[in-house]
């Protein structure tokens, strides 16, 4: 394949439930404009589109570009979707069904737009300039509310027959468990997630003292990561006992997805891994080498992401760029 | 690609605990000449490096061919191994470490020798001759004594970092579960393999009757796939509760790898599967659909492997003949 003398510049949105980032992003990947607007999902699909198409145009203004300069963007959204088609078929915590996204942007902002999922955007961004580059298989997982996660096999994102792999958070790793919000039990994000995590500290908190009481600043159930991280650095008892729960089935999950993908490296991000940081991702490591064989964990790095908010609009950029 | 107008002939050899099977494969993928030997695993690796050996000969031989007319060769062996360089690193089956099995076997029948992953053939040979033709992505599930997977990911085969990928029978589904052959707790094989399931029954048939005790003719612990599939279908108690145990199991491990990886099909095999047959396919399928999100498992088709013995050997085959 013969390379271009000079790289265009390309965009990067990330669509998420609360904020909508965008980025241009230059041959070197390096982010010369950006802008972020607050999603307002509660206003509809309609207004929220809206929003995306400002905060491009923000975007562009920034870096003081027009969209005819932008050779392609890429837009990361909740799924299921179909990227072909570069429609969302559905998006709960967006309130979406069914929505042209990409047919939408490229109609009002005239430039060349593709669709993926929120978490690939993430994973690949991670992949390809963060804490998995170099690898070739590489597995990312995003503890926050709830766990998501992203596939690169063999170079590649994995999005498989129904475009939706990745979605490490609902491996069941405790068969009849607790009552998961996608209506299961015992999936992963189920323990482990912050939004589980939370919640099981409230009921445990009605018959035991908890630092968290005080550092939480609202109802346990709501606690935030970093209040919960907060919490445990002070060695509280049932902070401690939740937490080295959520590891455990982190552990169980992770081991079995090495013993199953045998990847190079997995990747540890999202808002509760970032308020615990390098520690806790030693301890999922240490947790998911009791569930692995040796021979298959075997060299296999566990690192924390690096890109922060970054991640999903960088991702996304390098999926705009490659696609040209 | 230009396609050779005169494909010439390969061989597919499948080394297995109990039996060695090697077959000449011809362009039209017919097996034109075969030969089984038992494995005789406890004489040790040269002992059976020698009948494999032997076993390749008698198959040119029923072919009526020489070791110049193979262009390649092709042997799935118990792992983990490493196949770039054709060594066994260990197969605990067998009692081998460090078997340089590809340079004995050149250097012996001097025919070209690739090494592969026994599962991994098995899997192939369903994706390319039997009942996962035609589709990218595929998850091949072996239920006999344990449990063996292999991935097929992007149409070709996935081994992954460690060369180790697919031990979805080393996938936790219940955390602090049986133990298991593996040393962890909990794992898939650990409650749905042929063995724990086996155990299982023997340990509740101290209380219980169940028509298994006539139909092993032996041990329970020992109880074999077809005397199980027996009491199963004359709808004995005991088997059919414990065997809905292990289909539910089976179905939050594959429901977790259809929401991790979107495969187009999952195929089921091994001693288990074929000798309780279509019913049972369709059962799994049925459990994983509990365990999967609809949108991850829609139009997924879940199907029984159809080359039975003949898997290892016809996809040994297809492995040389594609390293040509």
């Given at each position: ?53 400002d ?6 203004a920034?870096?003081?570009v ?22 969302v ?58 766990i ?31 009552k998961?919000g ?47 991280a ?37 990747i ?12 806790f991702v ?38 705009a760029r490659?696609?040209l």
């Amino acid at each position: 394949m013969a390379r271009k003398a000079a790289q265009p510049l390309v965009a990067g949105i990330d669509l998420g439930g609360t904020n909508i980032q965008a980025a241009v992003v230059n041959p070197d990947n390096e982010i010369i404009g950006r802008a972020r607007k607050k999603t307002r999902a509660e206003r509809g699909a309609k207004e929220v589109t809206v929003r995306i198409i400002d905060c491009i145009k923000e975007c562009l203004a920034s870096a003081d570009v027009n969209a005819g300069d932008i050779a392609a963007l890429c837009i990361g959204a909740p799924g299921p979707l179909r990227p072909e088609e570069g429609i969302v078929i559905s998006a709960p915590n967006l309130g979406w069904r069914n929505v042209p996204l990409k047919s939408l942007l490229e109609s009002a902002v005239g430039i060349r737009t593709l669709l993926d999922n929120d978490v690939n955007i993430g994973t690949y961004g991670e992949f390809r300039l963060g804490a998995g580059r170099g690898v070739r298989d590489l597995v990312g997982i995003f503890v926050g509310t709830g766990i998501g996660g992203g596939l690169v096999i063999d170079g590649k994102l994995h999005r498989g027959f129904n475009h939706t792999a990745g979605e490490i958070g609902h491996l069941v790793v405790r068969m009849g468990g607790p009552k998961c919000g996608c209506g299961n039990r015992g999936c992963l994000e189920a323990i482990a997630g912050r939004a589980a995590i939370a919640r099981e500290l409230a009921s445990r908190a009605k018959k035991r003292k908890t630092l968290l009481t005080k550092l939480a600043k609202g109802p346990l159930e709501e606690a935030r990561s970093r209040a919960i991280a907060d919490a445990y650095n002070e060695k509280d008892d049932l902070v401690v006992e939740v937490l080295d729960e959520a590891v455990a089935a982190l552990g169980a999950a992770i081991g079995g997805v090495v013993n199953l993908l045998s990847p190079e490296a997995v990747i540890l991000g999202g808002g509760l891994t970032e308020a615990l940081g390098k520690p806790f991702v030693k301890q999922v490591a240490q947790a998911a080498a009791k569930n692995a064989f040796p021979q298959c964990i075997k060299n296999v790095r566990f690192a924390m992401a690096e890109l922060g908010d970054d991640a999903g609009v960088l991702g996304a950029a390098q999926l705009a760029r490659e696609a040209l």
